[in-house]
Every structure is written in C-alpha cells, then in structure tokens.
C-alpha cells in the first residue's frame, strides 16, 4: 500500500475512538472552508482521491461539462498586480483583448508560481475563487451563467467545491467580462 499523498492531507493524527491513524485535512481546504462559510457560501466541498489541477481532469472526476469548471486563473497586470479571472474551463483567456475590456492598461501575465503563492496564498491548479492572503480584483466569465452548477478549485488541487454564478459573483465581488 502507497503511503499517502499530500492530495488533501496533512499528517496524519490518532483517532481518541479507534486508535487508529485518521488524515488531517490539508491547511489550505480548511481555510478554504472557514472563508467560504464566512460568506455564507452553500456549495459542498469535495476532496478528490487525485490532483484535478486541470479543468478537464476536474470535469472527468466530477462527471460534469468542463464549461461548468470555474478556473480561478491568477495574472499580473502592467503593474505587477494580481487579478484574478474566473473562467469557464471551455474557454482560453484573450490576453490583448481582456485588459482593455477590464479598464487595464498594458497586457496581463500569467502570474508565475511564486506569485500565485505570495498572492493567491495556494498552488497553481489550487487555486479558488476566496480565501487570499489580501483582496484579488476579481472579474467573472459571464459564460459561466450557462451551468446551473459551477465547481470550482477549494484552495488545493484535490478539492472543489459547488457553487453558483450568483454565488460566485456575490462572494467575490467579480465584475462580469467576456474573456474570449
């Protein structure tokens, strides 16, 4: 048998009821958890047996479109600031048309791994749509109005979690783009 992997837990702790090993859940799901109920987000959290760092890895473990995938993509604008847009996993991001569309001067960036850490506070296919260190400006792909349920990454490339447009939008104050 495998040892376990750091898909969703941390080390593991003793059960006081059996005395035997039971994981903890990873720090960043739980903080994910705390920040969501904060918001009053309704969505169940799932912690996957694998990575679904992609949206077509998600989409295939969820049985789900991969439009209904919420990716929670981390750029740098000219200024070296974080922005977030939350897309629909159907679609690739217009980078020479979306800063203009966002009010934004100069092109976005990918945000690099150490920037998706220092802002994001997660790992690149972890990312979620809250729970930051600090506020990310946020814009939603209003592509995503289609799904009736949207899953999104829940702070580690093994969680997700379910959720709404509405709630989405609610919860993270996106102003709403076409990001094609």
């Not at 702790?13 to 109920?37: C, M, Q, W, Y």
């Not at 972890?126 to 799904?147: E, F, M, N, Q």
Request: with cysteine.
């Amino acid at each position: 048998m495998a040892a376990p992997s750091d898909a969703a837990s941390g080390s593991a702790t003793p059960s006081t009821a059996t005395g035997t090993s039971t994981p903890k859940e990873h720090d960043r799901i739980a903080n994910f958890r705390t920040e969501l109920a904060s918001r009053g987000g309704e969505g169940e959290v799932r912690v996957l047996p694998d990575s679904v760092h992609t949206a077509q890895l998600a989409a295939d473990a969820l049985g789900c479109e991969v439009g209904a995938i919420a990716n929670s993509l981390l750029f740098v604008d000219a200024q070296g600031e974080p922005v977030l847009l939350l897309t629909s996993g159907a679609h690739r991001v217009n980078t020479d048309a979306v800063p203009a569309r966002m009010g934004l001067e100069g092109k976005l960036k990918r945000a690099s791994a150490a920037q998706v850490k220092r802002f994001a506070g997660q790992v690149i296919g972890g990312v979620s749509p809250i729970a930051h260190p600090a506020p990310i400006r946020t814009w939603i792909d209003g592509w995503l109005r289609k799904y009736p349920v949207l899953w999104a990454a829940a702070g580690h490339p093994a969680a997700v979690y379910s959720t709404s447009f509405d709630e989405l939008q609610r919860m993270t104050g996106a102003v709403e783009i076409d990001v094609e």
